[in-house]
């Protein structure tokens, strides 16, 4: 069979043929990337579109017509003519394989390795039927030391080398804080002089966690919750912290209503492409904090703060705005608003400000 997936209308620097199937491809493209524009889908485990391709894990082997080895899609540039294959009992044969080598590097016991993080490499796992049917080797990767920042724990025993941390420490957040040190089946994920993350330049993103397809990346805060009985819902919202208006998906285990971890929606998919801060990610203690404000308080003549209804609340406001504004005039006044309000919110706000209190004194928190 024979298409054009779509694409012959676009400018293209030729067609390959991937099972069967006649694609375009744009200059720079690899085999990868021409077929998941096509919707042909090939398993990886270190590939991210945003990152250089590091061919590390070989998931993503296909055959290439003409040459000898099968060859890594995400790392293989196409070219005009090139014919691959990417479905046959030789390639499917290889991944099995290639899994097997990664479970066997990675923890040995399914129940251990889920925790609250069910990973990449075990849902290809379960894909391709490789689960609990891989060779018992004794783990070599060096473990580092204590690393005592409070929310990224480094999982030695189920790291598979694919340097996606590392890459995405380099390339998206341009920190470089941690690097792949030692050899072979040696290899780890380390720091300069094995400090800890926060002895170094790293800004706790969190992003290492995002990219690692094996939860030798995770959470702290995740891990100090241990396995929830239930599937984690993921919840997406706007993370409150600034005017960007990142999109977070909080992960809640909803019988007992707790925000266990925050993760980001997947590359490409929201403004953030894939990326958070500190904050997003990590600042969310407050959302279950016993002192946490949940009514309003008025201050009484006892000088004590007392709980009160919001009707009270804001009757209150309204009366000392307005005795500013008769005893010292309505420019005595001045609205300052919030990068975290809405659009709209901002609108509302800055036209009561102009029309109930008569100032032009307006100004926004996010404005230069
Ligand atoms: S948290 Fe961010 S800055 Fe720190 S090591 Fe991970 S990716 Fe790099
Ligand atoms: S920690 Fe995760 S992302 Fe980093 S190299 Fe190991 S498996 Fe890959
Ligand atoms: S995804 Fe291609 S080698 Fe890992």
Redesign the pocket.
């Known amino acids: 069979m024979s298409q054009n997936n779509g694409h012959a209308s676009q400018s293209s620097d030729g067609f390959i043929v991937v099972d069967g199937n006649e694609l375009s491809f744009r200059e720079g493209e690899t085999v990868l990337q021409a077929a998941q524009r096509a919707g042909i889908e090939i398993p990886?485990?270190?590939?991210d579109e945003r990152l250089t391709?590091a061919?590390?894990?070989?998931?993503?082997l296909v055959e290439v017509e003409g040459s000898r080895l099968m060859q890594?899609?995400?790392?293989y540039k196409a070219s005009p003519g090139l014919v691959v294959r990417t479905q046959t009992p030789r390639v499917e044969r290889n991944r099995q394989f290639i899994l097997s080598l990664h479970l066997a590097d990675n923890v040995q016991d399914r129940d251990e390795a889920e925790d609250n993080n069910p990973s990449r490499l075990h849902a290809l796992a379960e894909d391709y039927g490789t689960l609990g049917a891989w060779p018992r080797v004794e783990r070599q990767r060096q473990e580092r030391p204590e690393d005592t920042n409070p929310f990224i724990e480094f999982r030695a025993d189920r790291c598979i080398a694919?340097s996606l941390c590392t890459r995405y420490c380099d390339q998206v957040e341009a920190v470089s804080a941690i690097t792949l040190a030692g050899r072979g089946a040696h290899t780890t994920i380390s720091t300069a002089d094995r400090l800890s993350l926060t002895d170094t330049t790293c800004e706790l993103c969190g992003g290492c966690i995002d990219v690692c397809p094996t939860g030798a990346m995770t959470e702290k805060q995740a891990l100090a919750y241990g396995k929830p009985e239930r599937e984690l819902e993921k919840v997406r919202t706007t993370c409150n912290f600034c005017g960007v208006g990142c999109q977070l998906d909080l992960n809640v285990d909803r019988q007992a209503n707790r925000v266990v971890k925050v993760t980001s929606p997947p590359p490409g998919t929201t403004v953030n492409d894939g990326n958070l801060c500190v904050k997003g990610r990590f600042a969310n203690d407050f959302v279950h904090h016993e002192e946490r404000l949940t009514d309003p308080l008025i201050r009484g003549e006892d000088g004590q703060l007392h709980p009160a209804t919001w009707d009270e609340a804001l009757d209150r406001v309204v009366q000392g705005l307005q005795g500013v504004a008769e005893r010292h005039g309505d420019d005595a006044l001045a609205f300052i608003s919030s990068s975290r309000c809405t659009g709209e919110e901002n609108y509302l706000f800055q036209k009561m400000a102009r029309a109930a209190f008569r100032t032009q004194n307006v100004h926004q928190c996010a404005a230069t």
């Open positions: 990886t485990l270190c590939y391709p061919g590390a894990c070989r998931m993503c890594p899609s995400c790392a694919c």
